[in-house]
């Protein structure tokens, strides 16, 4: 599979460009209506490590994120979120003053639009990262094909798919970044000024680091772009060049590292620390099972076939470039080496080295591709085809068969929060007199059923785990009524899972009359719905 400056004939580039650039409108479009769909519901617990400080930061006006085991960049984009959503809420005459925006955190968010924005926000980084990964491809492949062959791959993964729309995450922002040092780097081994080949590519690398901490290795593709791409006598200033711009860009991106050092350094110990020591349920010992740990997780992502393909691609390239190869290589090489060392595993710790899979998987694609090619121009029988109808079919049935396309289907497929779902049911299926009543476990907005007059009762349905105690919960809820009764779960990290088989044991006796949701309703968890989308039923209060 040679490669090629970015070219290609024109009709055909044309064609790969317009199927980029459906494929990044797709997923942006999908990505919001996911979102739309979960709102006014957090979906992750890990996102108010960011809302919190971005919250403080629009209401008081102060930039310090007090904590520093997450950098600050990603706090300050969602801060943003929030302060662009909050200034189209006041258009629409839903806010007034930033401190209306209230609770941005479970059980729901007071005020949709800040944090719909917000999370909105992120899912363009998540598009921004797509696109990287096929540039990234085109540029150091040669072949438009590459330029949307890449970024399809690339949405096969749940992981990336879950992290550009559930939840605002610094992984997924350093994910962006990192692919625009990836792109920025490929592209400036091309050029000899100093702005294309090192300043870019370092700035997006500090970005990177100011995003997540691990990923200040992303400098190291950079630095091979320069030694490997660059004329022998500016290699070194070109090096300089591209460190001083990753400091400058981290410290404008986290300036309270300056600012605030005894925080940021303890901070930063404290995440060295928690990933030495080790985390309950996510611990193995470093080394050999770590890596395969990770190799498991792509694996899972991309298919067998995909892990067998992702060399291929990779050695096609080293074949004819082997300096765009080893600028490829680098950075899975170094952060794997990392992250194998460490004695807890994340797999979204490996989120940034999801486009380049996918690059080297497209390309292993294209090589298995060509060599079919060549194989059936062999045939006499199949030359009456037509090239393209041909060639198009065989690129179709090589990436249904060889990769995980349920994944695609599944990942696309949008999610409504359990509870949104259960709203409308009430409202349309409860007759207006009856009492609905809510377990505060389920973290339920009932402010749209009392907007229109619905008897909304609170309930602790977690304290009912026998007949008598289930009695006191429930006997001053005026009749007729439903109940909306949760599938309770327990994490089996933590103790008083019993808890929960007693308590659905108590609760099944109502007569159900529609069910929803897919996560359990936890009973040993800081939150019982951590998750999104609770499992729970609508059932007759006799």
């Not at 625009?180 to 370092?202: D, E, F, I, K, Q």
């Not at 593709?221 to 711009?245: D, E, I, S, Y």
């Not at 349309?428 to 007059?453: C, H, K, M």
């Amino acid at each position: 599979m040679p490669t090629t400056s970015p070219a290609g004939p024109a009709p055909l580039r044309r064609i790969w460009v317009a199927a980029f650039l459906l494929i990044c409108g797709f997923a942006l479009w999908s990505d919001f209506r996911h979102i739309d769909a979960t709102l006014p519901y957090p979906q992750h617990v890990d996102e108010a490590f960011l809302t919190g400080p971005a919250h403080r930061t629009v209401v008081t006006g102060n930039l310090h994120p007090y904590t520093f085991n997450y950098p600050s960049l990603p706090k300050y984009i969602a801060a943003a979120g929030m302060a662009t959503g909050f200034i189209q809420s006041a258009t629409r005459l839903e806010l007034r003053e930033v401190k209306d925006i209230g609770n941005v955190g479970y059980p729901y968010y007071d005020a949709r639009r800040p944090m719909q924005t917000a999370r909105r926000f992120y899912a363009i980084l998540a598009v921004v990262a797509l696109a990287m990964s096929g540039i990234s491809a085109w540029l150091a492949f040669g072949r438009p094909v590459l330029l949307a062959a890449t970024p399809l791959v690339l949405l096969l993964s749940p992981l990336f798919w879950f992290h550009s729309w559930t939840y605002l995450n610094v992984d997924l922002v350093a994910a962006s970044f990192t692919a625009l040092a990836l792109a920025s780097t490929l592209a400036g081994m091309r050029r000899t000024s100093l702005l294309h080949s090192a300043v870019l590519p370092g700035v997006c690398a500090g970005l990177a680091t100011g995003s997540k901490y691990t990923l200040a290795v992303a400098i190291v593709p950079v630095v091979l772009g320069l030694v490997l791409g660059q004329p022998r006598g500016t290699r070194l200033r070109g090096c300089v060049t591209a460190l001083a711009a990753m400091v400058a860009a981290f410290l404008v991106a986290v300036p309270y590292s300056l600012l605030d050092i005894p925080g940021f350094l303890n901070g930063v110990a404290s995440e060295a620390f928690h990933y030495a020591s080790g985390h309950r349920g996510y611990n193995e010992e470093p080394g050999l099972a770590q890596f395969l740990y990770y190799a498991g997780h792509f694996a899972s992502e991309f298919g067998l076939a995909g892990v067998v393909l992702a060399p291929l691609g990779l050695a096609a390239l080293a074949w004819h470039d082997w300096r765009r190869a080893v600028v490829l290589a680098a950075l899975p090489a170094v952060l794997l080496a990392l992250l194998s060392a460490q004695r807890v595993h994340f797999p979204r710790n490996a989120l940034s080295l999801h486009p380049i899979v996918a690059l080297c998987i497209a390309a292993g694609l294209a090589v298995i591709h060509g060599w079919l090619v060549a194989a059936i121009a062999r045939r006499p029988w199949l030359r009456r085809v037509p090239a393209p109808t041909l060639h198009a079919g065989l690129a179709v049935l090589l990436f249904v068969a060889l990769l995980p396309v349920g994944h695609l289907v599944s990942s696309a497929r949008v999610r409504v929060d359990s509870r949104n779902l259960a709203t409308s049911f009430l409202l349309e299926r409860v007759p207006a007199d009856w009492t609905i009543a809510v377990p505060e476990q389920l973290g339920f907005d009932s402010r749209p059923l009392a907007a229109t007059g619905r008897r909304v009762v609170t309930v602790n349905l977690q304290s009912a785990g026998d007949d008598a105690s289930l009695a006191a919960v429930l006997g001053p809820v005026p009749r007729p009524a439903v109940l909306l009764v949760p599938r309770w779960g327990a994490d089996e990290r933590f103790p008083n899972g019993a808890l929960a088989t007693a308590l659905n044991r108590t609760h099944a006796r109502w007569r159900a009359l529609r069910e929803f949701g897919s996560n359990d309703v936890l009973v040993n968890y800081s939150y019982s719905t951590p998750w999104g989308d609770p499992a729970f039923t609508v059932a007759v209060l006799e």
